[in-house]
């Protein structure tokens, strides 16, 4: 145990960012399963081109590079919003009157307020470098959108963003931002895709989904010259580029002679909780360490603790190639759930499959009981947490008190993604005591997931 | 001249954070004329009780103590968010093409987004500390009704905030984040005051005023059991709680070999200019340097440098003590600029006194030519400014391209003091070209100064 006094927020030194990220793919024991092409064939390289620039198809499938170093242009712009702060958070122990330790890393101390940047700033650097004009993308709550837009914006290429239209329309500053960082931002469905006018020839009224929106954004980037497309989560590449909050948190912490007994993260696709983990469950791989690792969920979209380990597509349109993961079924609409960044059916397929191997656990909290943490650590840390981190929030405040019950020291890591800046309607909705969560009905879920792929 | 490579933002240790204010007064040649009560008399400690609580009185009135311990207590939760990054604008120096150097101290990186908190969270305390029940004030922007809120939850008082009514319809949000943090939240002018309600007499669209709101924050806390009344900016003890600003800047800049040429920062009431400017105008009074130190105004605004340095009331209802201070006549009505904290009547005594013996400069900048730099910034440097920062980055710019025609390579600080997180609004505006400032008239201005009180 450490002796050392913890500050509040400990910065790491500029020259003390990390300059390789860390793949976590080349330590586990098993591969996650390949991504497959609609035909059932696994995708190689090329097969993806036409959707991911060269670079990013080829971090994509590269399960043995451990180390892979971050471009110097990438780490000019780090070194612009990063470290981000590892932070004692001394009050809310002192509130929870627990013997544990609560730490945080906060991502959200730049424009897009989330974490999001650190993969944004890699996927629009490697396009650039690639000599693209332009990206497409699809935004759920909008902090994946604004990063982009930030990043696009840095390295002068054009973007579409389509965005769930539930969310273009709740939240009209977000387009806002994306617009003031010259974003191009389209409600989905929209008619601008063959996927979005058939979606509205079915249903006008259709509020849209990430999944329906990931659609619109492929078809668009595979249909323009010099355009592709990105995503800013599921994906191993995402993750990877994520790893820099882990590499810093280990090293903040290794700073203070500490080490987590349990680390819990958000997790909608899995970039927040994957980069968080990365280092610590390399640890736990191979042996060195055995910390808790715990995913959180809301219990609107459970994919972890209620969806099926099976190959499926990432979107709606079923247009994109096939991914091994917990998923609720391409199909599945999660209710109108304020956590857009976690109403994601599917899951990261690195994550799945450590969680299927017995390296994770997971919980599912549900709405009001999580904004109760929220407003609770917002008054007492100064920081106003997005919906999305304030489910991270509720399942280390729980930790904390179990410790209050047993009497153990215990220390707690977890990833507080961003800021609730955005996410203020939500915060009204419970102020006001009229929020609501639905949690999808057992029956709902089994016909959910019939619509999975057969036969892979 | 420094030859040390400054990272792009320097954070100092947490101990290393200031533990005392420091009391320019003490070091002025000449003190601000003292505040005066409607009489004329001037103000003793005691007379202001019934407004402000006593350490808080002593503070104001008090021109000779050169450094104030901070309580502990407040310095437990400046530890939470503090220290501010001293950052160096190295894109925004490549894309101006500048031989400056240009620096600026980030204070947004806290819940209420701007440096509103520092003043905040040590007034709240005293408050609690005197034992009073609840505080009232007003807010324009809702930057420093957002930092009081947090400050009052923190502290557990209750808290009334009147907010100006054209930004409680404009900014539903910033209502939003002040409930919930607890605050109740009113839109001024009201029917809860005598003040408001006269107002609402004579026009029953009115649609506020800082001036307006003071007046009837100041209203309820004399006539509320165990309630005082606390502001944001003008008074000498938030210029005071302020100055941790300026001394994390003047220790950061130390570090690095540096010192600034000019110093810049945006000025609506003074409190982040104040705090910014403490150590450095220490040394120039003391003879020690001779920095440039320049205000930045709103033209749509322009005490410092249109307005008239005489005795004037804080607010719209003549209801406060007298202050001597660069002020347009406290029944001026600003165009609806967005830069909402800029928007008030007067200025801090402390910086007119400044001005008027010649210590400082003042520039005034228009809202597009503001809005302009503010646009560029968030794409260089990864933080969308508040528009009141945005006067100052605005200045800073035309400082750098100054020294790009001169070749002169000096080195610039300013103040960054808030995030542009609920100004979605005017962004958008601007985005859409719709943007529009007014600027008064010489005639305006006038006639707003002739309702100045006489004989004194």
Redesign the interface.
């Known amino acids: 145990m450490s002796t050392k006094k913890a ?3 400990l ?1 790491l ?3 003390e960012i990390p300059t390789r990220w860390y793949n976590l793919r080349a330590d586990m024991k098993e591969q996650p399963d390949p991504m497959l092409l609609p035909n059932g064939v696994p995708a190689k390289e090329e097969d993806i081109y036409p959707v991911f620039c060269k670079q990013l198809a080829h971090q994509e499938l590269d399960g043995e590079t451990r180390w892979i170093d971050i471009p110097d242009e990438v780490l000019e ?1 780090y ?3 990063r470290p981000s702060p590892l932070c004692r958070a ?2 809310l122990e002192k509130a929870l009157d627990t013997p544990a330790k609560i730490y945080y890393k906060f991502e959200g ?5 989330s974490h999001k ?1 650190n993969s944004a700033i890699a996927q629009a650097y490697y396009a650039k470098d690639e000599g693209l004009r332009g990206l497409t993308t699809e935004t759920g709550a909008g902090q994946w959108g604004t990063a982009l837009s ?1 990043a696009a ?2 390295f002068g290429l054009e973007l579409i963003v389509y965005m769930v239209k539930v969310s273009y329309n709740q939240k ?2 977000r387009k ?2 994306m ?3 010259d974003a191009k931002v389209i409600a989905s469905p929209s008619d601008t895709t063959n996927v979005g006018r058939a979606i509205l020839a079915a249903d006008a009224d259709d509020g849209g989904s990430l999944g329906t929106a990931i659609s619109e954004a492929v078809e668009v980037a595979v249909t323009t010259e010099g355009y592709r497309y990105v995503l800013g989560s599921v994906l191993n590449q995402v993750l990877l580029h994520q790893s820099v909050i882990g590499l810093e948190a280990a090293l903040a912490l290794e700073k203070l002679d500490e080490y987590p007994d349990i680390i819990i993260g958000c997790a909608g696709g899995g970039s927040n909780l994957g980069g968080l983990i990365a280092p610590f469950m390399r640890d736990k791989i191979l042996g060195k360490a055995d910390p808790r690792i715990v995913a959180v969920e809301p219990a609107s979209c459970p994919s972890f603790t209620r969806g099926k380990y099976a190959y499926d597509f990432c979107d709606t349109g079923k247009t994109t190639p096939l991914a091994k993961m917990y998923t609720l079924g391409s199909g599945f609409k999660p209710s109108a759930n304020h956590a857009g960044g976690l109403r994601y059916h599917g899951m990261s397929p690195i994550l799945s499959k450590l969680y299927h191997d017995g390296y994770m656990e997971a919980v599912a909290a549900e709405q009001t009981a999580v904004f109760e943490a929220a ?1 609770q650590f ?7 947490p997005a919906p999305e981190s304030a489910h991270a929030i509720r399942a280390a405040a729980d930790e904390a008190l179990r410790c209050k019950e047993t009497g153990e020291a215990k220390t707690i890591l977890f990833g507080l993604t961003g ?1 609730g ?2 996410d ?2 939500a ?2 909705q ?2 006001e005591g009229t929020m609501t969560d639905r949690i999808p009905t057992d029956e709902e879920l089994a016909a959910s997931l019939e619509g999975l792929p057969k036969n892979l």
Chains 1, 2 share one sequence.
């Open positions: 500050p509040h927020r910065y030194n500029e020259n712009v070194k612009v919003y001394y009050n101390n730049n424009t897009s307020g940047l930030e914006a840095y009209p500053f806002a931002i617009e003031t960082f407003k917002a008054k007492l840390e100064t920081i106003l800021t800046y955005f203020m309607t915060y009204s419970y102020n």
